[in-house]
C-alpha cells in the first residue's frame, strides 16, 4: 500500500476512535516515512488518547526535533508535560515557541466544505483553493483534542447543514492526492459514501457562538447566503469567510462574464454578513478593505492575514523525476490542442530526458501563458533549439485560453519545446518539481500564488511576475521579471540558463533565506484568527433602506458590487422564496416574509410600504399585511385578480414600526410554474417584482415609483 495510503488510513481510524488500529497505522507509515513531524504528532495524540501520556511525551518530543518551530506541535508537547506535573518546562517551551502559547479558541468551529465536494465531483486532482482546503482540512479535522472542530457541508435539497464524517472525508482527500482516475472504484465509493452521509444526517443544530468557517467559495451555491443570514439571525452563529483574491474585481477582462457578476453578488453580502474576513496576503487584504469601503463605507469588518508559506512534507516523499514524454507520446499533437477539449491535452506524467522548467497554472488569459511562449520563442531565435530547455506546463484550460494555444500550434519550433499537462496527481506533480531546473510562475495577479511556495518547498527558484502577493509568496527566493515584459522575461531567463553561476547563487539565496511552515502551523493560526474574530462585535444593523428607494427582488447584475445586491437576496426570509432570476422571485405556495430594515425616518409619520407582484398563470388570491418586527397583530386584507397580472399593493405601517418592519405574504394557491415553462415542475404562489418603504405624506416618492413601475409588463419580465 502507498504510504499516503497508510496515513489516510490511520488518520481515518484515529478521527473514528479506533486507537489501536490507527496506532498500528501510523506505526507502519513512519516505519517509511520517519521524517514526517505532522504524522508523529497524530500518533503521539493517538497513544495520548489511549491513556499511555508517557510513550506520547517520548513521541512529542521527537516530533518537535524534527518540527522546533510548529506552534501547535509545541502547545501539545507543553500540554503533556503540564499534564505529567512539569508545569516550568510547559511554560518555557511556550514562551519560546512564537504563537504556541495562544490561548485554545472558545466555542464550536464548523469548517464547510461544500464547494470542495461539489469540485470532487467533476475534477480529482485539487488546484490552489483546493490544496489549501485540504491541507488546512486534515490538520484541524485529524487531530484528537480538537473536540469542537467539525467539518459540514450544505445540503441544497434540505437548505440546511450537515455534518461530514471526518474518516469519509480525509480518505477523500488522501484519495485525491493519489491520482487523477475520476472513474477509479475507490474514488467512486468514496464520493458515494460521502454523499449519502451527508444526505441522510440530521441538519447541524448550531449554539450560539458556533463559528461557520467557510475555507472556499460559496457564490455559485443558490439561496447559501440568505441561509447565513437566516442562521445568524436565529441562532448568533458567526460567519467567518475566506477570500482568496477579488480578482473578478479588479480584473473582469480576465473572468467569465457570470463568474463576474456572481462574484459581485457574494462580495456585497459577505460585505453585510462576515463577522470576520481570512485572508491570504496583506495585497488582498489591501484589496478588499478598498473595495469593502465602496460597498460598506461605514463598518470595518475584521480582517486577519493567514500567509500561505506552508510546506505540506511532499517534498520529503517526492518519488525521482521521471522522464517527460515525447511529443508524438501526447494524447493529441500541439497543433490539436488550440481547439481539442481539455481531455486532449497530455495528461501523461512527465519524465524528462532533457532539462526543462516548469509552469504551474491553470492555462487562462490572466496567467499570461502567451508572453510565456513569446519569450521562449525569443529564446530559441537567439541561442537555438539545442540550447533552450523545455518548458512544462501543469494545469487545465481555463477562460480565454485559444491565443496561447493558437501560437503553440502555429509555430513547430515552440510546440517542439512545451508541454502541456492536466490531470496530474500531486505524487506525478512532486516528482516534476524535483526534476525541473528551476519553475516559472506568470499571472497578471494573484490573492498569493501557490506553486512559487511550492517550488521554495522543493527546493526550486521561482522566476515570477513582480505584482500583487506574489511579491509576498516569492520574497527571499525569487528572481522577479517586469509584469507583461517579455524583453525583461527573456533577459531573466537567459541570466538563468546561461550566466555562469547566477543559478547557483540564487539556489544558495534560496536556502538561507526562505524558511515554510508546516500546515499544522498554519491551521493553529486559523484557528486563532476565527477565535479572534469572535471576540469582536459588529454593528447587529449593516442594511438599511433609505426612505423612497426601490429595491429590486430580482438578480442585479455586476461587476461592481452594491448592497442593492445583497439586499435584494437578504431581505427575504424563510423557506417559501425561491432562488432570484434575472426579472424577479417566485414563491412556493404558503405564506413568506419579507424583512425591511430602515433608516430612520425624521417626523415620526407613518410609513407606506409598496410591493410589486406578478400573479401566476392562473386566477389568484393573495393575502398580506405589514407591522413592526416586534410582530404583526393586524389580520390579512386579501386580493385578487386575472392571470399573469401585475399588480401594486400599497400597505400603511404606524410609525413606531421603525427601524425594521415586517411584510407577511399568503399565497395559499399553487399554481404549476409548467403554465408557462414546460420543463419547469415548480408550483408558484406568486411573483415579486420590487418595493419601496416611504413616508406616508412623501407623494412625490410614491409617484415616481409608480410612474417607473406601471411601464412594466409581465411580457418584458
Not at 453578488?265 to 460585505?271: D, I, K, S
Request: hydrophobic content about 50%; some cysteine; aromatic content about 8%.
Amino acid at each position: 500500500m502507498p504510504a499516503a495510503a497508510l496515513l489516510a488510513e490511520a488518520d481515518a481510524l484515529h478521527a473514528t476512535g479506533e486507537l489501536r488500529a490507527a496506532a498500528s497505522g501510523y506505526i507502519a507509515y513512519l516505519d517509511r516515512e520517519p521524517g514526517d513531524a505532522p504524522a508523529w504528532r497524530r500518533y503521539a495524540d493517538c497513544r495520548r488518547a489511549a491513556g499511555d501520556l508517557p510513550a506520547a511525551l517520548l513521541l512529542y518530543r521527537h516530533a518537535h526535533r524534527l518540527a522546533p518551530r510548529d506552534p501547535l506541535l509545541a502547545r501539545r508537547l507543553a500540554d503533556a508535560l503540564a499534564a505529567l506535573g512539569r508545569d516550568a518546562e510547559a511554560a518555557e517551551l511556550l514562551a519560546a515557541t512564537p504563537g504556541a502559547a495562544a490561548a485554545s479558541p472558545p466555542g464550536v468551529m464548523l469548517f464547510d466544505v461544500s464547494d470542495l465536494l461539489d469540485y470532487f465531483r467533476a475534477c480529482r486532482t485539487p488546484t490552489g483553493i483546493q490544496r489549501v482546503q485540504l491541507n488546512i482540512l486534515r490538520e484541524v479535522l485529524a487531530t484528537p483534542g480538537e473536540a469542537l472542530v467539525a467539518a459540514c457541508a450544505y445540503h441544497q435539497d434540505s437548505a440546511s447543514w450537515k455534518l461530514v464524517p471526518p474518516a469519509l472525508f480525509l480518505r477523500l482527500a488522501a484519495l485525491s492526492r493519489s491520482s487523477s482516475d475520476l472513474d477509479a472504484p475507490d474514488w467512486q465509493q468514496a464520493l458515494a459514501g460521502i454523499a449519502e452521509a451527508v444526505r441522510h444526517a440530521a441538519p447541524c443544530r448550531f449554539a450560539a457562538g458556533t463559528s461557520l468557517v467557510n475555507l472556499g467559495s460559496s457564490w455559485w451555491q443558490p439561496d447559501y447566503m440568505r441561509r447565513v443570514a437566516d442562521m445568524k439571525r436565529r441562532h448568533a452563529v458567526r460567519y467567518i469567510p475566506f477570500l482568496y483574491d477579488c480578482i473578478p474585481l479588479l480584473f473582469p477582462q480576465h473572468c467569465a462574464s457570470a463568474l463576474v457578476d456572481e462574484f459581485a453578488r457574494w462580495f456585497a453580502q459577505l460585505c453585510l454578513l462576515a463577522d470576520g474576513v481570512v485572508v491570504i496576503s496583506d495585497s488582498t487584504r489591501r484589496d478588499f478593505e478598498r473595495l469593502r469601503a465602496t460597498v460598506l463605507p461605514d463598518v470595518a469588518i475584521p480582517t486577519f492575514t493567514l500567509p500561505l508559506d506552508a510546506d505540506d512534507g511532499t517534498a520529503a516523499q517526492a518519488p525521482p523525476p521521471a522522464p517527460v514524454p515525447a511529443a508524438e507520446t501526447c494524447d493529441a499533437p500541439p497543433a490539436a490542442m488550440c481547439a481539442a477539449p481539455p481531455a486532449a491535452m497530455c495528461a501523461a506524467p512527465l519524465a524528462a530526458t532533457r532539462p526543462y522548467v516548469l509552469f504551474v497554472a491553470t492555462i487562462e488569459a490572466r496567467k499570461n501563458h502567451l508572453m510565456v511562449f513569446r519569450a521562449w520563442q525569443r529564446l530559441l531565435r537567439l541561442h537555438g533549439p539545442e540550447a533552450v530547455p523545455e518548458l512544462v506546463c501543469v494545469g487545465k484550460r481555463g477562460w480565454l485560453a485559444e491565443p496561447a494555444l493558437e501560437l503553440l500550434a502555429s509555430d513547430a519550433a515552440l510546440g517542439g519545446h512545451v508541454r502541456l499537462l492536466h490531470g496530474v496527481a500531486d505524487d506525478e506533480l512532486a516528482g516534476l518539481y524535483r526534476g525541473c531546473a528551476f519553475t516559472l510562475f506568470n499571472s497578471f495577479y494573484e490573492g498569493w500564488g501557490l506553486p512559487v511556495t511550492e517550488s521554495f518547498a522543493f527546493g526550486k527558484v521561482a522566476l515570477v511576475a513582480n505584482n500583487s502577493s506574489l511579491v509576498e509568496a516569492g520574497a527571499g527566493g525569487a528572481v522577479f521579471f517586469a509584469t507583461d515584459d517579455i524583453p525583461d522575461l527573456a533577459a531573466r531567463l537567459e541570466a538563468m540558463l546561461f550566466q555562469p553561476g547566477f543559478l547557483a547563487a540564487q539556489q544558495a539565496r534560496l536556502q538561507r533565506d526562505v524558511r515554510l511552515r508546516p500546515w499544522s502551523a498554519l491551521a493553529a493560526q486559523l484557528t486563532e484568527h476565527v477565535a479572534a474574530a469572535g471576540r469582536i462585535t459588529l454593528p447587529a444593523r449593516r442594511l438599511a433602506l433609505r426612505p423612497g428607494e426601490v429595491l429590486d427582488l430580482r438578480v442585479l447584475p455586476g461587476p461592481t458590487p452594491r448592497l442593492a445586491m445583497a439586499a435584494a437576496e437578504l431581505v427575504r426570509e424563510g423557506d417559501a422564496w425561491l432562488p432570484l432570476e434575472n426579472w424577479g422571485c417566485w414563491c412556493k405556495p404558503g405564506r413568506l416574509t419579507l424583512r425591511l430594515p430602515l433608516a430612520e425616518m425624521a417626523g415620526g409619520a407613518p410609513l407606506r410600504v409598496i410591493v410589486q407582484f406578478v400573479a401566476p398563470p392562473a386566477p389568484w388570491r393573495i393575502g398580506l399585511r405589514a407591522g413592526p418586527a416586534s410582530g404583526i397583530t393586524r389580520p390579512f386584507g386579501f386580493i385578487e385578480g386575472v392571470p399573469r397580472q401585475v399588480v401594486f399593493c400599497a400597505m400603511e405601517v404606524p410609525a413606531d414600526a421603525w427601524p425594521e418592519i415586517l411584510v407577511e405574504i399568503d399565497a395559499p394557491v399553487g399554481v404549476p410554474l409548467a403554465l408557462i415553462t414546460p420543463s419547469d415542475s415548480r408550483e408558484i404562489g406568486c411573483g415579486v417584482l420590487s418595493l419601496m418603504v416611504c413616508r406616508t405624506d412623501d407623494f412625490a416618492a410614491r409617484l415616481d415609483y409608480l410612474e417607473q413601475r406601471s411601464l412594466h409588463s409581465f411580457a418584458r419580465v
